[in-house]
């Protein structure tokens, strides 16, 4: 079945450095969509991508899909200490979305 | 608020008890969905319902059993549970389209289980 794997597992930086989070499936992708959960709470939906090479902005939040849409990458500039929490990849397959294993971030002030 | 509610938010149980957790969705979406979140197993889909109909049952042990009596009301009727059953369980809703996932998850705010 498909699978969506994120690396890191954990990411540690100082507030102000940029951070990375990226996603990689085992099959092709129809969509790809984002997700934050902050610490003691539940997913929160951040965007959705869906042509192959697309990228998009939010602020700080870079999102890209790759051409061959079965990755994608997240890019955060500048981190602020609102921005931990866990970052989720959800791939879109044939019917179902499959979420990847996360990346847990946490800024030192 | 989420438009997506859950209670209890926080239970424990026994392992000989019977309990249900319960969501309510009232963003007009036509799917629901249990997910369970684990150190282990991060976001682990359990069933989608879809109008009311069980799509998707995620190979989930029989002391899980999902009702669904419409398309707004989710329940998770929980019995003789297993220590290791201890999670965050999710409910969400969204809009599918000819039977995909096609648009965002919402979720609700999940329901802490301890199985002493």
């Known amino acids: 079945g498909q699978q969506v794997m994120q690396i890191p597992q954990y990411q540690h930086v100082q507030e102000g450095e940029d951070f990375t989070t990226y996603c990689n499936s085992s099959?092709?992708?129809?969509?790809i969509q984002w997700y934050k959960q902050r610490p003691g709470g539940h997913p929160v939906f951040l965007i959705q991508?869906?042509?192959?090479?697309e990228v998009k902005k939010q602020k700080r939040l870079t999102f890209q899909f790759g051409e061959a849409k079965k990755n994608s990458s997240l890019h955060i500039t500048a981190t602020q200490t609102t921005d931990v929490g866990t970052y989720f990849c959800?791939?879109?397959?044939?019917?179902?979305?499959?979420f990847g294993t996360g990346t847990r971030l946490t800024i030192i002030p | 608020e989420t438009g997506v509610t859950q209670t209890p938010r926080h239970l424990v149980m026994g392992m000989t008890n019977k309990k249900s957790l319960k969501c309510e969705q009232h963003?007009?979406?036509?799917?629901m969905y249990w997910y369970k979140q684990s150190a282990k197993k991060p976001l682990e889909l359990m069933f989608v319902?879809?109008?009311?109909?069980?799509?998707e049952n995620n190979s989930v042990p029989s002391r899980f059993s999902p009702e669904c009596p419409n398309s707004s009301h989710l329940f998770l009727h929980l019995h003789t549970l297993q220590p290791e059953d201890s999670a965050l369980y999710l409910c969400?809703?969204?809009?599918?389209?000819?039977?995909?996932?096609?648009?965002?998850?919402?979720f609700g705010e999940g329901s802490r289980l301890t199985v002493l």
């Open positions: 963003l007009g979406h036509n799917a």
């Open positions: 319902y879809n109008f009311k109909e069980q799509t």
């Open positions: 959800a791939g879109g397959g044939n019917e179902k979305l499959t």
């Open positions: 991508l869906v042509k192959s090479g």
């Open positions: 099959t092709t992708l129809s969509n």
């Open positions: 969400a809703s969204s809009h599918r389209y000819r039977g995909r996932d096609t648009g965002e998850l919402f």
